[in-house]
Every structure is written in structure tokens, then in C-alpha cells.
């Protein structure tokens, strides 16, 4: 049976933590994990870049589903471009898969404010907080490397 982790985060985000992003890639690669991103530069291309099996959602990829899940949990969905709500739409298949019904195991992602929850979401966290709330409503664990801890709360995760 598959197995599948959504590897995402901020553009922004810190050059070591990009390196430290493609390691992982390629040890969950050689653990038989498959890559779930969104092609975006920064933590998406980092994880992409050192994944084996992989699966990349783009916006022309969101659904009138996909928008619709991703709608409920954006604070200010009215204000969003077309375009930058086919990206959140994005974000729903991502954590979900492209049936929208098989969680990733795990979401892997670096944002400025170490947002892990839907509740601890601020502007700081940015696209990424979609998925994190998807992700914690759906009972899917998060690990911020923004967090020192969560590298070790991960690799005891994954075993």
C-alpha cells in the first residue's frame, strides 16, 4: 500500500532548511514514501527535488471539490483572485490525494510563524495555512521545521 506525505511550506523559506527538506526527500524516497506538493518555488521545489515518487498539484489541477473544501478553512476566502483560490484548491489535494479521500500520513512544511494547527494560524503563515488546516482538521499530523523539536517528533513518527 502506498504511502504518502505532503511536503510544503513557504517560499521564504531559510536556505538550510530547503537543504535539510531535500535530505528528508530522499530518505522518505528510500523509505518508500511518495511525495504529495505543489510545484511552488522554495519548500515545494526543495521536497520535489529529492523526492522519488512524487505527486504535483498545480492550480489548473483544483476542482469545483477541491476549491470548495479548501473555501472553509481560508479566513478571507472572499478576497481571493481566481487564481489564488485555484491555488488553495490545490492545497485540499495535496493533504488529501487526487480522490480527496486519502489523507497523507503526515504534512512536512516550514512556515515563518511554526503555524501546526488551524487554531495557531496567523499572517505569517501564509499559503502553507491552508494545508494546515485541512490537514488538522482531517486528524493529519504537522511538522514545522520552524519548531527545533518537530525533527525529532518526525523521524520517531515515521520510524
Not at 117 to 133: E, L
Amino acid at each position: 500500500m502506498a504511502k504518502f506525505y505532503t511536503g510544503i511550506g513557504s517560499r521564504q523559506t531559510p536556505k538550510d532548511i530547503l537543504m535539510l527538506m531535500t535530505t528528508i526527500a530522499r530518505k522518505l524516497a528510500a523509505l518508500g514514501w511518495t511525495l504529495r506538493s505543489g510545484g511552488a518555488d522554495g519548500a515545494d521545489s526543495a521536497f520535489e527535488s529529492g523526492a522519488g515518487l512524487k505527486n504535483i498539484y498545480l492550480a489548473h489541477h483544483a476542482t469545483p471539490a477541491s476549491t470548495a473544501i479548501a473555501a472553509r478553512f481560508h479566513p478571507a476566502w472572499n478576497r481571493c483572485s481566481e487564481f489564488a483560490r485555484k491555488l488553495h484548491g490545490r492545497n485540499s489535494f495535496q493533504v488529501l490525494g487526487s480522490d480527496l479521500n486519502t489523507p497523507s500520513s503526515f504534512l512536512l512544511c516550514w512556515t515563518q510563524d511554526g503555524c501546526t494547527c488551524h487554531a495557531d494560524r496567523t499572517i505569517k503563515t501564509g499559503g502553507t495555512g491552508t494545508a494546515i488546516s485541512i490537514a488538522d482538521h482531517f486528524g493529519v499530523p504537522v511538522f514545522n521545521l520552524a519548531r527545533v523539536d518537530h525533527l525529532a517528533r518526525l523521524f520517531k513518527f515515521i520510524g
